[in-house]
């Protein structure tokens, strides 16, 4: 069916449409909430809202640029504003200053296992983690994530050095391995 | 180090950009039964607001309508003396050489006093006419007759305006009259009388009021994990300021103190009499809060955050008077607080070795409403009749405080509330 078609359907309350649009999205959604929950139960809340707030702000998207891009921004906010309102951007990992960052002659692995790189980010400080996926995954500028997280753009770079620091160490221990 | 980052980079994008992975399978009736559930509350919310609105503007209609002015002054009453005597036919007719009119004020415990016996003994002591004691009729009625059945005959004329002083009845009656009393009319109509009154007291002016006032709590400094932005208990919502000091604190964790200064609230309180005791009050409020964050000293350098934010609030309570007398009152009151923040501005200050060596400040929106409870026991010092100083205790409960940004009222949902301030009686 035409995604715009699908889309007017959803706007007018068509319940079946809502569904198939969600069939649609959420495997790549869920992975979105996925690598910025702490864990899988608060991933699916971030999804179960994140796809409420599509839904409600569905009659905003102007249908100019991909619609996917324009639901994963949405998941993408919702899971940050859940995190901030569970307060679990909370930093409690003490900073490791016997890291030195990013030693350049360190070799990082051409390819990983998707999985294991996502269960590697799911063990980063949640700091580290929530720029690192704004930086390194969305593709946001250090600009854009400074007026996301409302920070610094300093802040933003500095703990995207110190979060690539800190996979970067896990990826060469593993290769080593 | 830019080709390094980029492989992370690289790697952490293709790998992840397109990633898929199962939602479980109950996911979509979740999301399904959420949304179902909030159009119901939706629903309910907008039918909140609507009766709300209902509500206010029937209340501001009803302050609006001006009261009953065209009441009866009780505490005026027309004393109007007559003798009837008997002609030459036999006939009893009225005396007009020995009509007397006054008009006098009385207080409220001369009203408590009047009795037809009290009057009716200090006329006689106070009797100076050498006519012959004859039956007579006396008529004490209010000033307005038009408020009232007449209680006198039609014989009396009680249009006469006065500008007497207070003095005591009893004894103005004696001066009014100058014949005696007949004391069982003279007792009907005292009757009549304070029965009338009873019903003007419920006809009485509803007065309108001004309070100006200087609001405060006491300030702190926090150290303890239950009041600092760190805390799980706290509720704040992330702005500019909080969200810089988290990721330049390690979230928190470099935070030596946190000084929440002291609370300033100005409000300008119109209040209006419903009742003899009930007040209804509103207005406007203005708050100004603000704290300071100090970090741990790393190599001889802290920093110190800080920001004010302002608020302007509507206030709408009641106030109840529990003792009230000349001079003095008690009062309890309770009132519901909307507060908007207006304005906002945050400051980083870098200190080395004590010295400042870098600042910057920028001015901030602030989201969302605060909403509060106020409840407190006050006490009113009468200065003229129409002027007053007051003073207020209590204490004030803070909602919503998740949409706004980190405050005192973050820390701790219920201060305690002083106020003091000038009231001011308009009519």
């Known amino acids: 069916m035409d995604e715009k078609q699908l889309l007017k359907d959803c706007l007018n309350g068509d319940v079946h449409a809502q569904k198939r649009l969600y069939e649609k999205y959420a495997r790549k959604m869920f992975a979105v909430c996925l690598r910025y929950a702490p864990d899988s139960r608060s991933a699916e809340d971030f999804l179960q809202e994140g796809f409420i707030r599509v839904y409600t702000k569905l009659g905003s998207y102007k249908f100019q640029g991909s619609f996917e891009g324009w639901v994963r921004k949405i998941m993408v906010n919702t899971s940050l504003e859940m995190l901030r309102k569970k307060d679990v951007l909370r930093y409690s990992v003490e900073l490791d200053t016997t890291i030195p960052l990013s030693d350049e002659n360190e070799d990082v692995p051409e390819q990983t296992n998707p999985e294991h ?4 980010i799911k063990d980063m400080p949640v700091g580290f983690r929530t720029v690192f996926n704004l930086f390194a995954v969305e593709d946001y500028s250090h600009k854009e994530i400074s007026n996301i997280l409302q920070i610094s753009e300093g802040t933003s770079k500095s703990q995207y050095a110190r979060a690539r620091t800190w996979l970067q160490k896990r990826l060469c221990e593993k290769s080593e391995n | 180090m830019q080709e390094k980052k980029d492989k ?26 959420q949304s179902r559930r ?36 009780r505490n005026q009453i027309h004393v109007v003396a007559k003798r009837t005597i008997t002609n030459d036919s036999g006939d009893q007719v009225t005396d007009n050489a020995a009509i007397d009119k006054k008009t006098i004020r009385i207080t409220q415990s001369d009203k408590d006093q009047i009795s037809a016996k009290n009057i009716l003994t200090d006329t006689r002591k106070l009797n100076k006419t050498d006519r012959p004691a004859e039956k007579d009729i006396v008529s004490i009625e209010p000033e307005k007759e038009t408020e ?12 006469e305006e006065t500008s007497a002083p207070i003095i005591s009845t009893e004894i103005a009656v004696a001066q009014a009259l100058s014949v005696p009393v007949n004391e069982d009319s003279l007792s009907r109509i005292l009757q009549q009388q ?15 009021g001004l309070a100006m006032g200087y609001g405060t709590t006491p300030s702190i400094e926090l150290t303890q994990e239950d009041y600092a932005m760190n805390s799980g208990n706290t509720s704040f919502s992330y702005d500019e300021m909080s969200s810089g000091v988290a990721n330049e604190t390690s979230y928190f964790d470099e935070v030596e103190n946190t000084t929440h200064n002291t609370p300033i609230t100005l409000g300008l309180i119109l209040s209006r009499q419903l009742a003899k005791k009930w007040n209804l009050e509103t207005g406007l409020v203005y708050t100004q809060l603000g704290y300071q964050i100090k970090t741990s000293e790393l190599n001889q350098t802290y920093h110190i955050y800080r920001n004010e934010i302002y608020y302007l609030g509507i206030p709408l309570g ?42 910057e400040n920028n001015s901030v929106s602030i989201r969302g409403i605060q909403l509060s409870s106020l409840t407190g ?10 002027i007053s100083f007051y003073g207020q205790a209590g204490f004030q409960l803070f909602f919503l405080n998740a949409s706004q940004p980190y405050n005192i009222r973050s820390a701790r949902m219920t201060w305690p509330s002083f106020q003091a301030g000038l009231r001011i009686r308009l009519n």
């Open chain 2, 194 to 208: 304070a029965a009338q009154s009873r019903v003007d007291e419920k006809q009485e002016n509803r007065s309108w």
């Open chain 2, 8 to 33: 992370i980079k690289d790697l952490a994008y293709n790998g992840l950009s397109q990633f898929e992975a199962d939602p479980p399978e109950d996911m979509w009736a979740r999301i399904e039964q």
């Open chain 2, 38 to 73: 909030r159009k119901n509350l939706i629903f309910i919310y907008r039918l909140s607001i609507a009766a709300t609105v209902l509500i206010m503007v029937g209340l501001g209609i009803s302050l609006l309508i001006p009261g009953n002015t065209s009441i009866i002054n």
């Open chain 1, 117 to 120: 790189l996502l269960a590697l």
């Open chain 2, 148 to 159: 009232i059945i007449s209680l006198v005959t039609s014989e009396t004329d009680i249009n």
């Open chain 2, 377 to 386: 026991i006050g006490a009113d010092l009468r200065i003229t009749p129409k």
């Open chain 2, 318 to 359: 009641v106030r109840f008077g529990i003792i009230d007398r000349k001079r003095f009152g008690i009062y309890a009151s309770q009132s519901l607080i909307i507060e908007k923040g207006i304005a906002g501005r945050i400051y980083n200050d870098t200190y080395n070795q004590g010295q400042l060596t870098g600042s």
